[in-house]
């Protein structure tokens, strides 16, 4: 009987580490969305011809991806470095700045905030979750729905736009140097809506998207 309840105890521990979202595998679910939700902004928003997407099936969704390369290797650079930042816990929001390219002026500004909010245990134990896998992309889900309903409220994009990516993190992070500065594209006499946010048990993403109000 004391062997049966061992083996028993032993097989809850695997199902529980199996069922675990490490500190690496929530930053590729962050950087995943981030990526996915970026593309679906570019192509709600018009910043690019819709020509130059193509529809891809995922979270449920059909959601549409850039097929324009110089577009997917600056935004595969960016999640290659996040997901870096992600796992070293120094990232605290990633910024989306739309602005208008004949003037400049900033017109959108699509803030994922990032919170951590698993901690280091003190005994050397790797960062973990234990939230469902299921429930994490359902969430994302959600929050993917709402950035494409957002047409419905957001004021029309009628000029050229270009777009910039910013990574706001901590002092103590490392920084590659090819990195610049960058202004932090505030937008005056604005409007803000909160989107739903999700969370991987590891790292919490909050979006806000503000706008130009006197377009």
């Not at 004949?102 to 790797?126: C, H, M, Q, Y």
Request: net charge negative; glycine share 4%.
């Amino acid at each position: 009987m004391c062997g049966h309840t061992a083996t028993m105890g032993k097989t809850a521990t695997q199902q529980a580490n199996k069922n675990a979202i490490t500190l690496k595998g929530s930053a590729e679910i962050v950087a995943e969305f981030f990526n996915f939700g970026i593309n679906s902004i570019l192509y709600q928003r018009g910043i690019y011809p819709a020509d130059s997407f193509r529809p891809t099936q995922k979270y449920d969704l059909t959601l549409w991806v850039s097929q324009d390369n110089e577009v997917n290797s600056y935004l595969s650079n960016i999640m290659e470095q996040i997901k870096v930042w992600l796992e070293a816990r120094v990232v605290q929001r990633l910024v989306l700045v739309i602005s208008n390219v004949d003037t400049s002026e900033v017109l959108e500004r699509w803030e994922f905030i990032v919170a951590n909010e698993k901690s280091p245990s003190g005994d050397g134990a790797e960062v973990a979750g234990t939230k469902d896998l299921k429930t994490i992309r359902k969430e994302v889900q959600n929050v993917i729905r709402q950035i494409t309903a957002s047409v419905t409220f957001l004021p029309l994009l009628d000029c050229p736009c270009s777009f910039n990516l910013l990574i706001h993190t901590s002092r103590d992070a490392e920084v590659p140097e090819k990195w610049d500065d960058s202004p932090p594209g505030f937008i005056a006499n604005s409007e803000q809506v909160k989107l739903r946010s999700f969370s991987t048990s590891v790292h919490k993403v909050d979006t806000v998207v503000s706008y130009k109000c006197d377009l």
